[in-house]
């Protein structure tokens, strides 16, 4: 079962390195005009980066949660209330929130659920926030490679010409690249607005030869 692979991969390959929080959604939030303080935010999956994300909003006024699938995350954590973090499998346990939050958001998570548990999940999303609050959820569209380039040469219209699709990831790893008309379709299916996106392109290899794609979306109910 994917769960079951998923809970394998990920239960044991704690990091022990330092964490930052991540730009990319701390800038797309601020142009969604959010304001963290005093607001109840939930992060699904906070051990990827060590809760970094999760301390910054703290840091910027938040009553912070966070759940994750590994139980050595979940003993980790030291900057939260252990009653407000929880272990539990995105997309097939329930969140322990009803129509609380005023925040979801979820990076590095659902690429790891299939069709069925992505719809649980943006349904449970819906359940657990306020009326006129926000999820905002994160997938990677594709990775693919191009040939080494002149470092000299300027970005243009054929920077990424006769690029080829591929995976940057290890053969191990369950990521499912996603399509972004089957999130916001089925989003929107449950009652959710589609209300922002954001998409990145970077290299992730010192020659520019190996891109990925990922992209963000903001969601109101």
């Known amino acids: ?14 990091s022990s390195n330092s964490s930052c929080s991540n730009v990319s959604l701390f800038r797309f939030l601020g142009g969604l005009k959010f304001n963290f303080k005093g607001k109840k935010v939930l992060e699904v999956g906070y051990g990827g980066n060590n809760g970094a994300d999760l301390l910054e909003a703290q840091k910027r006024g938040a009553i912070v949660y966070g759940t994750d699938i590994n139980p050595n995350y979940i003993d980790k954590i030291k900057f939260i209330e252990k009653s407000k973090v929880f272990l539990l499998r995105a997309g097939l346990d329930p969140l ?13 998570v659902i690429y790891y659920l299939d069709d069925d548990q992505i719809k ?24 693919f490679n ?8 300027s ?26 008309r089957f999130i916001i379709n089925s989003a929107e299916t449950i009652g959710f607005k589609l209300i922002g996106v954001k998409r990145l392109i970077q290299s992730y290899d010192i020659y520019e030869t190996n891109f990925r794609v990922d992209r963000y979306f903001a969601f109101i109910k």
């Open 1 to 14: 079962m994917v769960e079951d692979i998923v809970s394998n991969y990920w239960v044991g390959k704690e």
């Open 96 to 108: 322990p929130f009803n129509s609380e939050l005023d925040l979801i958001y979820s990076r590095d």
């Open 120 to 143: 649980f999940f943006l349904s449970d999303c819906y359940k657990a926030i306020k009326e006129k609050s926000m999820i905002v959820i994160q997938i990677i569209e594709k990775d």
């Open 146 to 153: 191009i040939e080494k380039k002149d470092p000299k040469n």
């Open 155 to 180: 970005f243009d219209d054929y920077f990424f010409e006769n690029s080829k699709d591929g995976r940057i990831f290890e053969k191990d790893n369950p990521i499912r690249f996603l399509s972004s």
